[in-house]
């Protein structure tokens, strides 16, 4: 069993749906939670960050984690074309250190 | 958050030849770098920690001797992939520790022929 499960989709929707992300994780340990937005042949950028469990909003993302359930997403809201992108997950045990990362899940918002 | 470039961002070469590749802090010294490959479709794969001062620490099955990693100061840190074959051909990304998280620079993709 992979530490980071994550579906790598593709998932597409129309402009203006609500997107939902998750992934499921086996480490009890982990702590922080962090989702990554990648456009093609970019490096990842940070999105969200999470520490222990909870929801935390910002525009129209929103970021939630389970820990009792071992599992966290990352909602969209009012999805625009220039969402579409691999959305990763991530998380590590401690601040910086040893992060892993889920496979990607490759969003397409048509317009 | 933090401004993280990679020099080359793209380089082809020829079997046998080796390479190297430059990730730098912008605005923040670094006494930690990660770095990490990402192969098509799948998802980012630490190779190595590099540490200002000592040597880097490599993820299990990473070959020290073919990637390596120089921590030259607060700002850079270089990986050089040695003899390189077309099964390392793949997209290399440095990331930088800062606060809460990490920030990755926008990688270089290697293409071995």
């Known amino acids: 069993q992979k530490e980071v499960e994550q579906d790598p989709g593709p998932l597409s929707v129309p402009e203006g749906a609500i997107v939902s992300l998750n992934c499921t994780y086996s480490n009890s340990a982990f702590q922080y939670f962090m989702w990554y937005r990648q456009y093609s042949r970019k490096g990842p950028e940070l999105l969200m960050y999470?520490?222990?469990?909870g929801n935390k909003e910002d525009g129209r993302f929103t970021a939630q984690v389970d820990k009792s359930s071992k599992y966290i997403s990352l909602f969209i809201r009012d999805s625009q074309p220039s969402d579409s992108a691999t959305y990763l997950c991530?998380?590590?045990?401690?601040?910086?250190?040893?992060?892993?990362f889920g496979a990607g899940t490759r969003l397409t918002v048509k317009p | 958050g933090a401004v993280v470039s990679q020099h080359p961002s793209r380089v082809i070469c020829k079997s046998g030849t080796s390479v190297k590749i430059e990730c730098r802090s912008l605005?923040?010294?670094?006494?930690?770098m990660f770095w990490y490959r990402q192969f098509p479709k799948k998802s980012l794969m630490l190779m190595a920690t590099?540490?200002?001062?000592?040597?880097?620490?490599?993820e299990q099955g990473v070959e020290k001797d073919k990637f390596l990693i120089n921590h030259a100061s607060l700002t850079l840190s270089t990986l050089t992939v040695t003899s390189a074959h077309p099964e390392d051909s793949s997209f290399y990304i440095c990331?930088?520790?800062?606060?809460?998280?990490?920030?990755f620079g926008p990688g270089t993709r290697l293409t071995v022929l």
């Open positions: 999470t520490y222990s469990s």
């Open positions: 990331s930088l520790p800062n606060t809460d998280t990490q920030y």
């Open positions: 991530a998380m590590s045990a401690s601040k910086n250190n040893d992060m892993r």
């Open positions: 605005d923040f010294q670094a006494t930690t």
């Open positions: 590099s540490n200002e001062g000592s040597k880097a620490t490599y």
